[in-house]
């Protein structure tokens, strides 16, 4: 089992960044897929999810109208568009796939630094 994310990088405000993570060795396709993001220091906060087929999603209220999660079940990816972002949006960014509580595993984070 494992998810790779990519995508992370340093980027000046305003700017825009494309996360991607891609899943294997699980049925990806039936899992809920988050985006979380941490500060250090501080807990780990959801950023936005998708359902297993696109019907559901949910924002964070920080990133609403600036950052969009899609996914592609084929490729077994997640993806989060993320722009106009801001210094406050720094942070390691990690990908979550959960079908249950016993089935939620997680990506080993990529780091988007916001600054100018």
């Known amino acids: 089992v494992q998810l790779v994310e990519s995508g992370g990088g340093l980027v000046q405000p305003g700017g825009s960044l494309r996360l991607s993570c891609a899943a294997s060795?699980?049925?990806?396709?039936?899992?809920?897929a988050s985006w979380y993001r941490q500060i250090p220091g501080k807990e780990r906060e959801l950023v936005a999810n998708?359902?297993?087929?696109?019907?559901?999603?949910n924002y964070a209220a920080s990133v609403k109208g600036r950052f969009t999660i899609s996914r592609d079940n084929l490729k077994n990816t997640v993806y989060l568009q993320m722009n106009n972002l801001k210094p406050e949006d720094t942070a390691v960014y990690f990908c979550n796939a959960r079908f249950d509580s016993r089935l939620d595993y997680w990506g080993k984070g990529t780091l988007v630094t916001v600054s100018s």
């Open positions: 998708i359902f297993p087929f696109g019907g559901i999603i």
């Open positions: 060795g699980f049925a990806f396709s039936s899992y809920i």
